[in-house]
């Protein structure tokens, strides 16, 4: 556990990163030709992250994968996109929000199904699948799930037209 927070705290230095042997090592499932020009890995288990075959990444992303994020096939995320999926505890007013650590659940995983377009500056939150073929237009926040074929826009992200 100690290794892994020590690459974790390194990869999070890491702004360009190039290629996907770090995240390998340190426990990240990883497809082929996944493309990114740079990325933010924070507080991650990486053993949480998998990224499946063909997927781009825009410039400055940040994925926090404690909980598990999954992105699929074929996927293409634009530049300033933000995958969430944990909050910090804030049950107890007595104790600073900052020493309560986080909510942890196997529920609250992120998935990216196969073919999905994310656009510029995209939040995706815990709890939320996004389907087969979906667009997510630039700016949305998305905090529920999306169907397979639909399009999703602004804060909260809702679905207004479905592809055909």
């Given amino acids: 556990m100690i290794l892994l927070k020590k690459i974790i705290g390194l990869l999070n230095k890491i ?33 949480n992250l998998k990224i499946w075959n063909n997927v781009w990444f825009g410039a400055w992303n ?59 500056n995209v939040v995706v939150t815990k709890w939320v699948k996004v389907g087969k073929n979906a667009i997510i237009w630039a700016g949305s926040v998305v905090t529920r799930n999306v169907p397979e074929n639909a399009i999703a826009v602004w804060v909260p992200a809702k679905v207004i037209w479905f592809r055909s």
């Fill in 15 to 47: 702004f360009w990163m190039k290629s996907a042997i770090l995240l390998k090592c340190a426990g990240a499932s990883i497809g082929g030709s996944v493309k990114r020009n740079s990325w933010v890995l924070n507080q991650s288990i990486l053993s």
């Fill in 62 to 120: 940040i994925v926090n994968a404690l909980n598990g994020i999954e992105i699929g096939n074929d996927v293409v995320i634009s530049d300033y996109c933000c995958f969430v999926s944990t909050d910090h505890e804030s049950k107890d007013l007595w104790i600073p929000i900052i020493n309560q650590g986080y909510t942890i659940g196997e529920d609250q995983k992120i998935i990216i199904s196969d073919w999905v377009w994310i656009g510029f």
